[in-house]
């Protein structure tokens, strides 16, 4: 997952840190990339990862569509390019 340095900074988070990307929807640990090619208050998590949740129910794999609504837009498409979400870094619980 793309994070600005700025927000990465602000969170305690360094490059190929795991972190906690979540919302009211769900929540998925990834790797963050540290980048100034990302303006901050935006993140980016690419499609394409098949939803692979741990023991707690989280997705391990980086999946994009359990932070998403699973409604149509009212112009009939799925409206999966934008979520609000938050971002942490993950500290794995023992």
């Given at each position: 997952?793309?994070?600005?340095?700025?927000?990465?900074?602000?969170?305690?988070?360094?490059?190929?840190?795991?972190?906690?990307?979540?919302?009211?929807r769900?929540?998925?640990?990834?790797?963050?990339?540290?980048?100034?090619?990302?303006?901050?208050?935006v993140?980016?998590?690419?499609?394409?990862a098949?939803?692979?949740?741990?023991?707690?129910?989280?997705?391990?794999?980086?999946s994009?569509?359990i932070?998403?609504?699973d409604?149509?837009?009212?112009?009939?498409?799925?409206?999966?390019?934008?979520s609000?979400?938050e971002?942490?870094?993950?500290?794995?619980?023992?």
């Open positions: 997952m793309w994070i600005s340095s700025k927000d990465a900074e602000s969170r305690g988070i360094r490059n190929g840190d795991e972190v906690k990307v979540f919302n009211d769900g929540e998925t640990i990834i790797q963050a990339r540290v980048t100034e090619r990302i303006m901050p208050g993140v980016a998590l690419g499609e394409g098949w939803y692979r949740p741990d023991e707690n129910g989280r997705d391990r794999a980086g994009a569509n932070l998403t609504r409604h149509y837009s009212p112009g009939g498409a799925f409206p999966v390019n934008t609000l979400v971002v942490e870094r993950f500290i794995k619980e023992d």
